[in-house]
């Protein structure tokens, strides 16, 4: 590898391209980005393109992905918490968007830097998909649109939105990622979890996808991301640069 390039650490396997085939359930547009409270989703079974079959419960949706946790692999259970995900419709192929995936996890693993591991990338056109590491039960996640909200009810001030080790937590998550040279297209609260309690509290990356060495995009569809952030044409938190925030 060049000097930009990380050792590859998420193992990829490519296989004939083919469009995706997953149940119409699968691919429900109305696919909601979080499950109502109390909303339990059906298992469903999956066929992927590598010839594994899957127990996949829906999780969430995004703009460009979706997300399922994983039940079971060939009737086995996964070994270790993971969900999967693959791509929605989009401007980005899904092939494109979960190398991507796999690069930023490559990236932040080789620095050290605290996020939820891809450990595997299947990259098959359309069917594309990857295996990344589940939140744990003690991981904090946030909701931006929750925190507003909160803000707007209790008029609380922006700054008290995130606990004091929230808030420390997040600081020195942004700083390591300027000082090991790394940049993020999607640092908002959305994409970061907290680990730990107190001073011990730590946070780290939810989606890789955005993720790249400074200086170095990784695709072109990195390249289109960056320009709408920094035109403000992106859905994203801005682009952390050497620790500064553009």
């Given amino acids: 590898p060049d000097a930009h390039t990380p050792a590859p650490s998420v193992r990829r396997t490519v296989v004939e391209p083919q469009p995706s085939h ?34 996949l419960q829906p999780r969430g949706r995004g703009n460009m992905s979706r997300v399922y946790d994983v039940k079971s692999i060939d009737g086995r259970a996964p070994p270790e918490p993971l969900v999967l995900k693959d791509g929605v419709p989009s401007n980005f192929p899904a092939q494109q968007l979960m190398e991507d995936v796999a690069h930023g996890s490559d990236v932040l693993k ?25 939140a744990g039960p003690g991981d904090v996640l946030l909701s931006r649109d929750d925190l507003l909200r909160q803000m707007k ?30 940049a993020s297209v999607d640092a908002h609260v959305d994409n970061v979890f907290f680990r730990g309690e107190g001073l011990d509290m730590r946070a780290g990356i939810l989606d890789t996808d955005m993720t790249f060495e400074l200086g170095h995009l990784s695709s072109a569809r990195m390249e289109e991301m960056v320009m709408a952030q920094m035109t403000g044409g992106g859905t994203g938190g801005g682009v952390w640069l050497g620790g500064q925030h553009g």
Avoid: N
């Fill in 110 to 134: 080789e620095r050290g830097i605290l996020h939820l591991e891809v450990k595997e990338a299947v990259l098959a056109g359309d069917s594309s998909y990857v295996l990344q590491q589940r």
């Fill in 153 to 182: 009810s209790t008029g609380a001030a922006r700054q008290d939105m995130l606990s004091p080790h929230q808030r420390r937590a997040a600081a020195e998550l942004y700083d390591q990622l300027g000082r090991r040279g790394v």
């Fill in 22 to 55: 997953q149940p119409p359930e699968f691919l429900d547009i109305e696919f909601p980005s979080e499950l109502p409270d109390g909303v339990v989703p059906p298992i469903r079974k999956w066929t992927a393109p590598d010839g594994r079959v899957f127990e």
